[in-house]
């Protein structure tokens, strides 16, 4: 295994991490920063009201993204596995 192989297998894992963390994170600051506007609007200074709502987001987010970030992870494990005898030799 050389150097290059090892710098391209972060690299991959790397933008595999932001690949699934983006969408429940640009989610969350969405629903906080359209909270933030309707709090500055009425006047609101509740702290729990941007912290609830950013809560279900996330939470419904990860229950409907799961099946395709469960897909990401496992097209990346097998192909990393399966590159593994390649890595022995």
Do not use: V
């Not at 391209?8 to 933008?15: A, M, P, Q, R, S």
């Not at 906080?32 to 709090?39: D, E, P």
């Amino acid at each position: 295994m050389t150097e290059y192989t090892l710098f391209e297998l972060f690299k991959e894992t790397i933008l595999l991490s932001f690949i699934l963390s983006a969408p429940i994170l640009l989610l969350g600051m969405a629903i906080g920063i359209l909270i933030s506007i309707f709090q500055t609007a009425t006047s609101i200074q509740e702290q729990s009201l941007t912290f609830i709502p950013k809560l279900l987001a996330t939470a419904l987010a990860l229950i409907g993204l799961a099946p395709w970030m469960l897909a990401k992870l496992m097209e990346f494990t097998i192909r990393l596995l399966g590159q593994l005898q390649t890595f022995a030799r």
